[in-house]
């Protein structure tokens, strides 16, 4: 089923791939489709212009992870995988911090992998999880701006 095609809420793609997750603890085996990877990107970005209502993020901090993962997977170039600033772009410094935080409580909350990474994560070991979720680097490797890629050049 195409998430783009039935025009799919949010909410309900949140719910289908929370089923989806439950196989596995990689966000990237999912299998996300091209197609579905923007539909849920335009609808991402309409989030963020909502103001001042952190719940938002509370409610869709599972699909804001799917859909950082997939900027990585899909090597998106509207999105800078080197920078948190893309996705949270015109949001004030302590908002950022705040909605960093409630996606890092998605990991734990869904039972995904954190690769021995800890609830005090900094932006780079944020940047580490999300693209060891996307395939982008090795499991056991930390990240580098080179070594990904080097890595996602040798996996083409």
């Known amino acids: 089923m195409s998430y783009a095609i039935s ?21 990237s085996d ?21 103001p001042n209502d952190n719940s938002i993020v509370d409610d869709y ?22 920078s948190l600033d893309s996705l949270f772009a015109g949001i004030p410094q302590y908002k950022k911090k705040y909605y ?7 990991f734990d909350e869904y039972g995904l992998n954190r690769f021995g990474i800890t609830s005090g994560a900094s932006a780079d070991e944020y940047k580490q999880l999300i693209l060891k979720h996307a395939g982008c680097i090795p499991f056991d490797e930390d990240v580098d701006k080179e070594r990904v890629i080097k890595f996602k050049n040798q996996a083409v």
């Open 100 to 106: 960093f935080n409630v996606c890092m409580e998605a």
């Open 61 to 82: 901090k599972l699909i804001i992870v799917v859909y950082w993962v997939y900027s990585a997977v899909f090597d998106d170039v509207d999105v800078d995988l080197y």
């Open 7 to 27: 025009r799919t809420s949010l909410m309900d793609i949140q719910k289908d791939i929370i089923i989806r997750l439950r196989k596995t603890d990689i966000i």
């Open 30 to 50: 999912i299998n996300l489709s091209l197609e579905d990877y923007h539909y849920i990107a335009s609808k991402i970005k309409l989030l963020f212009r909502i």
